[in-house]
């Protein structure tokens, strides 16, 4: 069936340094992709998404384009801040079902 | 516009016993689904509804059930809790449904340990 591999964490980064999140999928189809985030305590909140090969999904300076080729979502962004510490989902939407496959999960802590 | 809204954050009960957790969608929203989120597992999802049908169901036993309401407001029930029950239950909203590519809005979870 679909799924998502992560890159695992922790990830622990100074602030204005560059983050990659990577994310692979494996499907059957074009599915779009999706990056969530949840902060602490948090549900999880829509930060970008794309829904075709070479879309670019862009918000609060994070992007991510959906590489056919290479089945990748990598997760970037070039001067991360404190208050980006969070765990950063990859997903992609079950094209039979609709419903959305999860990543494990990517802890992101940026340190001051 | 308020968001998703799920009650309460936290309950603690003990094995065999039954739980019921409440999910009000954003106003407009039809799909409601539930995902488990479990620091071994992550995220799985439980099911989805729409418009007071069950759309979709993830692999999980009979013991995870749910309906949902004319208002779409929604319910998961889950009967003789297990130990491994223990989660952090997410329900989220859309206006479609994720098959349409609408985006899914999470609640902050209900918050489920089983003693």
């Known amino acids: 069936g679909d799924s998502v591999t992560q890159m695992e964490g922790p990830v622990t980064l100074s602030e204005e340094a560059f983050l990659t999140i990577n994310c692979t999928y494996t499907?059957?189809?074009?599915?779009?992709l999706f990056w969530y985030v949840q902060y602490p305590g948090e549900g999880l909140q829509l930060l970008l998404k794309?829904?075709?090969?070479?879309d670019k999904g862009s918000n609060k300076g994070f992007e991510a384009t959906y590489r056919k080729e290479t089945t990748s979502f990598h997760l970037e962004k070039g001067s991360v801040q404190v208050s980006d510490s969070a765990v950063y989902f990859c997903?992609?939407?079950?094209?039979?079902?609709?419903?959305?496959?999860f990543g494990k999960g990517t802890k992101l802590s940026v340190k001051p | 516009k308020a968001g998703v809204t799920q009650t309460p954050r936290y309950l603690i009960k003990t094995r065999g016993q039954q739980v019921t957790l409440s999910c009000s969608p954003i106003?407009?929203?039809?799909?409601v689904s539930w995902y488990q989120q479990t620091p071994g597992q992550g995220l799985q999802f439980l099911f989805e509804?729409?418009?007071?049908?069950?759309?979709n169901k993830g692999n999980f036993p009979g013991r995870f059930s749910g309906r949902q309401f004319s208002n779409s407001r929604s319910e998961m029930n889950v009967s003789t809790l297990e130990l491994g029950d223990s989660a952090l239950y997410l329900c989220?909203?859309?206006?479609?449904?994720?098959?349409?590519?609408?985006?899914?809005?999470f609640g902050n979870g209900t918050r489920l340990t089983v003693t």
């Open positions: 989220a909203s859309s206006f479609l449904g994720t098959g349409e590519n609408s985006p899914l809005h």
């Open positions: 499907a059957t189809g074009y599915p779009s």
């Open positions: 794309a829904t075709k090969a070479d």
């Open positions: 997903a992609l939407s079950d094209l039979r079902s609709g419903n959305l496959i």
């Open positions: 106003s407009g929203h039809r799909s």
């Open positions: 509804y729409f418009s007071e049908t069950q759309r």
